[in-house]
């Protein structure tokens, strides 16, 4: 359903210098009335964002979160969003008064760094060299799964250059053909200090790009005809390259006051920001809007085609299937029911999983190799995009993208990430191959929720309500196979736990999650022998965590409970146990805390579990000395 | 001191290759007599190996810790431990014996990939695009610090040049212009599948490598004499770049039967093996070794040349001073006094002071940029050198080195890392600058110290027990400017805690650290106004804690305990005081655990501890509401 624009009135190059004036002076006005921001970085990149805006950055601003077609801008720059909110009241978003009374304000949508609090904004940014690697998830959507001409627009600082993240994305980037990206690249030599040759020449940057497969196109970043040519030219698109735009400015651009300046960091103070806004022409209120997208999708594609049926899974109880593989199994299922679930995987994980994934959901099924960052990155620009990521790797390599998840949940972004390879059962791999910190490190997220199932079972219901959980949400996958616990069809909700054992008289509480639950179960045999009965709890759920049925369990086992973990002791399930157990126990509680405390060498599963003291043998004695303890 | 190297007998190129046989074999052997790894990633590197270690790389076996001009080798490909192991017994320091028998089991120290638990391995490495990173701090040390001859070797296999610490790790190279690293690149296209373009040609690897400013070198890996070339040629040095030799290579190698095997990640069967080794002309027990290094330090660089003296700095009582800039105090004077104090600072965080640093010890002062992976990568690659790397930035980007940080752990490296802007303290600047999870990150590395004071004099007293810790550290510093608390020359002992306000009869403890518990201290004054007696615990020590103390101050006051933390409540001070409490306490605890449990704005830091609920008047209610529940 084409429908044809209006005819534009594009503004002319006049009106634009007249813009970029005003992007100008809101920057400083903004900064010297919040007391903090430095309004430099925004200023060296003030003519490129009025061109852009006026001339070719398609959005409909009246219709912003209902444009499916509409262009993307992220500001991946470090400090430039004085510049961004005064592009906001230029295209009359936002008022005059709410960008100079609002910025940085408590309780304000104007933070400092750019939040999704605002409709206009994708996702936060404000960590070096993250916004160009979620961009690239949103351009990955707009070419390979929704075929729409949106483009994605990332300004860049040149000082976020040296992250490596950077470089992932830009190989992500030119492996997957993403044309529609489009990097402006702030080249002001701002970054904060002229340290030893951190500053390279343009003629290096873009040797770096053209090396990772960008189209490089050159520009004085202040010349607008030449700028706004360049702009042109990345529209029409490079052999399918992805366009990085190298613009050479100056970071006090327009006052020359500024442009001389070498401090940095801080707004300027009243007095130099009243000289610098006259040199500027003084205040202005110009308003200029851009060119709508022609829009051609009928609607922002929704989260859900969910058919009601239930999953097409069933388990025999004597079937021994290791979490990761009914994690794979519950993913290929969901696909089928659910157009919009993606998967993301990086290298070596489980190349039989994906190549079966690709082989069915060949257009749905994206590999990110060796680049755990933009793994997940690409996470949350697909979740931009109201796609269902799951991003699956082995857990250690995980803790690589840990800044990239912490912006996620920053965000608010809904991604689902699966991490194998978890603690010692990993085997003879050996530690550097184990993930014991991963539960501590997702736990610790804005809002995100932590699971960790014992069975397929299980696995398959968490993976099923993970599709519709918002925020980050981490599921931990063992890589041995286990017995079904389960009866298919059992429901396991999102901060809930199981209780697969028990009786009217329990002596003792055993909790455990994953490989240590079929430990505990078996510790339950050996106690049983010895006359001591055992109940034993699923916390499948980690965040949120099922304390009520933890606190029941305790008091009626006479405050003795033994957690164990394949994790190491800090921030994992037995401290969120004990956390549980804060909001009040009739019981003065016990607890006999089992955790991979030492470094884990390489061996077999079974003698790890041993040696780290978190086997079945290691429990039934933590349980024996709680009851003789009393 | 040089002494003369007695003359060589270079290996002949047909002994080469036999040995370059032998380590195939020996890699076949290691692994299927082990039941795990693959034998492949190692076959495509063995004439590489070959020719380096029997004429290229200088190394003195039989002194290989006691030799400070020894080269080093880092073995950054993932899965290549086989042929380490096999050049290992191919130099005699290990025998056939514990080859075959102790690959991958339990308790060897021959692991799945290579621990510094054997003397010649540096740190660990197994988690890819790793070693070179840590490599580049190695060449660093030799380069500008040690001023000594040895050159770093690193082998990378070709599916760990996706990750962007690798650029970090080139970039920071060619700027500290490292001519002593040289990098094999072993491209045998053998990462793990045949996925969407991730197997560059060497072509575009070379471009990548120019761009970051390497002298690249391109060789056919398997003609012996084109490696030996290229290896004389890499000694030789090339404009003080760092050189990578880009090795094209097969990867079943040697053998006819698995030069087109697609099987991967495996050993190979029994049947299988027997069939390789003899087309491989069988066993082989060659001892080869190569060149020593021309010795030129006197002896390994000595960890300490502690003066004894008292560090100089004092601070009154009536000053406002940030934990920040008494570290940086601190540590300047520290470097005054210990020749291998060494600061390492990615950009943005404290430009002033790193001037300062820079300028009174500027050979001991380096900048990594926007690049926190190679920022703890570097003090990992220091620590091998006995220097005492303190790496600093902002705390929440520390989160980016995670998987490093991990790494180091497993290593037992000692490094220490000091994050600033921690919490919510940070103010205007906003959530995405505001480190809320660095603590639960921190805690959960292994054998990790994680320290936050609250003051001057104990920041002071624990940076200089930082430099004598092993194992990786961790000082968590405010920015806001807060009062002296303690007497200069107080003992501020890692594990330790003090208790600045308490009486014989309290009626509740609040505990706090950094800008908590100077929230703590108010809040008693709060507190006694209303006849409540509060004792305050300062607990700068958050692993190793003090349990011993609050156990003791939770007895003496009801039970009743408040935690209050500028962290997000999972893994952080609070979980490590109920951990502690589970040991054993004579009362019942209550405890209100006071955390940052949303997304925080932009704002002042006193609306902001207090919208989040930890400042004083939060913290004075919570004690009241443990007062008024008995």
Request: aromatic residues 6%; hydrophobic residues 40%.
């Amino acid at each position: 359903m084409k429908t044809e624009n209006p005819p534009l009135l594009i503004p002319d190059l006049q009106t634009i210098a007249d813009l970029a004036a005003q992007l100008r002076v809101d920057s400083i006005r903004s900064t010297t009335s919040a007391g903090s921001g430095d309004p430099l970085p925004s200023m060296s990149a003030a003519d490129l964002l009025a061109i852009l805006i006026s001339r070719h950055f398609r959005y409909d601003w009246d219709r912003a979160t209902r444009t499916p077609d509409n262009d993307h801008l992220i500001f991946s720059k470090p400090g430039a969003s004085p510049l961004l909110y005064a592009m906001y009241k230029a295209v009359g978003v936002i008022s005059d008064n709410e960008l100079v009374q609002d910025y940085r304000r408590f309780g304000s949508r104007l933070q400092a760094h750019p939040m999704p609090i605002l409709p206009w904004v994708d996702f936060a940014t404000g960590s070096p060299g993250q916004g160009l690697p979620e961009a690239v998830g949103i351009a990955l959507a707009g070419k390979h799964l929704e075929n729409l001409a949106y483009r994605v627009w990332v300004l860049c600082g040149e000082s976020e250059l040296t992250e490596g993240s950077v470089w992932e994305a830009m190989e992500t980037a030119s492996r997957y053909q993403l044309s529609n990206l489009i990097t402006i690249v702030d080249a002001s030599q701002a970054s904060q200090r002229d340290s030893k040759g951190l500053d390279f020449d343009l003629e290096t940057y873009a040797k770096r790009f053209e090396a990772f497969g960008a189209h490089v196109i050159r520009v004085n970043g202040h010349d607008l005809e030449e700028v706004d040519a360049a702009l042109a030219r990345a529209c029409g698109g490079f052999e399918s390259k992805p366009i990085v735009i190298l613009a050479q400015t100056i970071k006090g651009r327009g006052s020359s006051l500024l442009e001389l300046d070498d401090s940095q960091g801080n707004p300027l103070p009243p007095g130099t920001s009243r000289q610098a806004i006259r040199e500027l022409g003084g205040e202005r209120h110009l308003m200029v809007r851009g060119p709508k997208p022609t829009q051609r999708a009928a609607s922002v594609i929704q989260d859900t085609e969910l058919d009601d049926d239930a999953p097409a899974l069933t388990y025999t109880s004597d079937a021994q299937i290791s979490t990761q593989s009914a994690y794979q199994d519950a993913l290929l299922d969901l696909a089928g029911r659910r157009a919009n679930v993606v998967l993301l995987d990086a290298e070596v994980a489980h190349p039989t999983f994906d190549h079966k994934f690709a082989a069915t959901f060949s257009k749905r099924s994206f590999e990110l190799g060796f680049a755990e960052q933009q793994l997940v990155a690409t996470a949350t620009g697909l979740s931009v995009r109201n796609f269902i990521p799951f991003a699956s790797t082995s857990a250690a390599f995980l803790t690589r993208a840990y800044d990239v998840i912490r912006m996620a949940g920053i965000s608010g972004a809904s991604i689902r990430l699966v991490g194998s390879h978890a603690g010692v059962e990993v085997g003879a791999d050996g530690p550097s191959q184990m993930a014991l910190e991963d539960i501590a490190m997702m736990r610790s997220i804005n809002d995100a929720t932590v699971l960790y199932p014992s069975d397929a079972v299980s696995t398959q219901a968490l993976v099923e309500q993970m599709a519709n959980r918002t925020g980050v949400s981490y599921l931990r996958t063992t890589l041995g196979g286990y017995p079904v616990l389960y009866e298919q069809g059992t429901a396991f909700p999102i901060g809930g736990s199981k209780v697969p054992l028990s009786s009217s008289n329990d002596h003792v509480t055993l909790v455990g999650a994953g490989v240590t639950l079929h430990e505990c179960l078996a510790a339950s045999k050996l106690l049983a022998e010895m006359g001591i009965r055992a109940m034993v709890i699923d916390a499948y759920s980690i965040r949120p965590f099922d304390g009520s049925t933890i606190r029941k369990a305790v008091d009626s086992t006479y405050g003795r409970i033994v957690v164990a973990e394949d994790h190491h002791p800090e921030g994992g399930l037995g401290e969120a146990v004990l956390t549980a157990l804060t909001e009040g126990t009739k019981s003065k509680v016990r607890i006999e805390h089992l955790a991979v405390r030492d470094i884990p060498s390489s061996g077999t599963t079974r003698q790890l579990l041993s040696a780290t003291g978190i086997d079945r043998e290691a429990i039934s004695q933590a349980a024996q000395r709680l009851v003789d303890g009393h």
